[in-house]
């Protein structure tokens, strides 16, 4: 499945979550979805993004390491889907939104939360969702500045 489609599958269940549990469980999807994007651009992305990309599938991963992993299976996991990224800077400019939804969506559940560990959890993933959101601003940055240096075509040489 298409990348764009993944992240606004995600970016819609998490906002459909209503339950602390629930929530928590869309967050751990949304940071699978990182760390699989990240994975792919590392790989297969353009040449100056992939130390990033690499970065970004490490702290995908933290992100999902902290939280308690849902019971869904490979097949109920959304990043396994991942099949194609397309262009990387719309991807990228999804995951951005994504990632920031899942921060505003922890703090909603670490604010409401009656157990310390749960609260600390939801820091900590805090944690990982910022410092994921900074490394795709840095994708994107990147890649602003590769279409700055691209050449322009010049229009004096085309049909008379």
Partial sequence: MDAMRLIEASRRALARSQEPAGIVAEVWQSQALAQAIGSRLAV?????????????????????????????????????????????????GGLDELLGDVGIALVAVAMGADDEGVYWQCMEAIDAADEARDRVLEMLRRLAVREQSLPEPDSATGPP
Avoid: F, K, N
């Avoid at 970004?56 to 194609?84: F, K, M, N, Q």
């Fill in 44 to 92: 297969a992305g353009p040449q100056e993004l992939r130390s990033e990309a690499l970065g970004l599938s490490e702290v995908g991963g933290r992100g999902c390491g902290v939280l308690d992993a849902p019971g869904l299976g490979t097949e109920g996991i959304r990043a396994s889907r991942l099949t194609t990224i397309g262009e990387a800077q719309e991807v990228l």
